[in-house]
């Protein structure tokens, strides 16, 4: 996959074919245009492009907007170059841009930079300075300057009723397996290992501790879940805690996974932690002896769930 980080970026000797979006979590949704985009250039004779953008609009436009994002830009990259994608542009969103009239989008950009054939695109989209756009400007506007408009009809996106905002609604409230559904993969968050405060392996259950840099990425509800890491092609399971560590008086969030049945020296490294099931929430106990129970506890529990998949 091609990634270009602006529109002026992007050249092609063929001309594209074409959808644009935030495509945060790049859920089923989402894939529903993604395949029938990728279905469009199978013949070779057009490139398939995707059109993103990062901040996310809301960032931009509404000053009191705190969303937090399902994917970080390397997740997205990940994700999109999975599903066979050629081109992604992400192209810096600003109040310049958000600015531009629907028909100076669709000229300078859509016709003249991208030299599309074809864009695929919901029956709901809006487009232009205000969003003032909608799909019948947009086959209008694909009249005027020769390029096809394909629309994914209300009926094909409520058989799914599916959107980034549900997603991240069952994930701020634990509903990891909802969240999942939606997704049609495993949530992920993907950290480096630093150096914590040794309290896990102090109660004999060493813990990787994550430090996450993109401070937009949406953190998952407090508390304690299955979750599953690849190394070296293998699947490796294991317990996240996600929380303050109350019954040691913590004042910083910490995200902190032990994996089951694995040892490895993972300072220093990049990995990937995908959310199978929310076991339970954070608790303050009364003494350490109470905690490593419970731990112990959850470890039966996770086990239980992990031999089921197998």
């Known amino acids: 996959m091609k990634i270009f980080d602006s529109i002026k970026d992007f050249s092609s000797s063929k001309k594209t074919i074409l959808t644009l979006g935030t495509f945060d979590g790049v859920h089923i949704g989402h894939k529903k245009i993604l395949d029938k985009l990728i279905q469009s250039t199978k013949n070779k004779e057009f490139e398939s492009l995707v059109l993103t953008f990062f901040p996310h609009p809301r960032m931009v436009l509404q000053q009191k907007s705190e969303i937090k994002l399902l994917n970080t830009i390397p997740e997205k990259i990940k994700l999109l170059e999975e599903i066979g994608i050629e081109n992604l542009v992400i192209h810096p969103f600003d109040e310049s841009f958000s600015r531009l009239t629907a028909e100076e989008f669709v000229t300078t950009i859509l016709v003249n930079q991208f030299r599309i054939h074809k864009i695929i695109i919901g029956y ?82 060493p813990t990787a501790n994550l430090k996450i840099k993109e401070d937009y990425k949406l953190i998952p509800f407090n508390g304690v879940y299955i979750v599953k890491s690849m190394f070296d092609g293998n699947a490796v399971y294991g317990l996240m805690n996600i929380g303050y560590n109350p019954t040691m008086d913590e004042t910083e969030l910490a995200i902190e996974v032990h994996y089951l049945n694995f040892e490895a020296d993972l300072y220093g490294q990049e990995i990937a932690v995908s959310f199978l099931h929310y076991i339970r929430a954070e608790k303050k106990f009364d003494s350490v002896l109470q905690l490593k129970e419970q731990i112990e506890n959850d470890k039966k529990i996770a086990e239980r769930y992990i031999s089921n998949l197998q």
């Open 124 to 205: 709901d989209h809006r487009f232009g300075r205000n969003r003032t756009a909608n799909i019948d400007d947009l086959i209008g506007f694909g009249a005027k300057y020769g390029f096809e408009v394909e629309q994914i009809s209300v009926q094909e996106l409520n058989a799914i009723s599916v959107s980034s905002t549900k997603i991240r609604k069952a994930i701020g409230e634990g509903d990891i397996e909802l969240a999942n559904n939606y997704l049609g993969y495993a949530y992920f968050i993907t950290g480096k290992v630093v150096q914590g405060k040794q309290l896990g392996r102090t109660l004999g259950f």
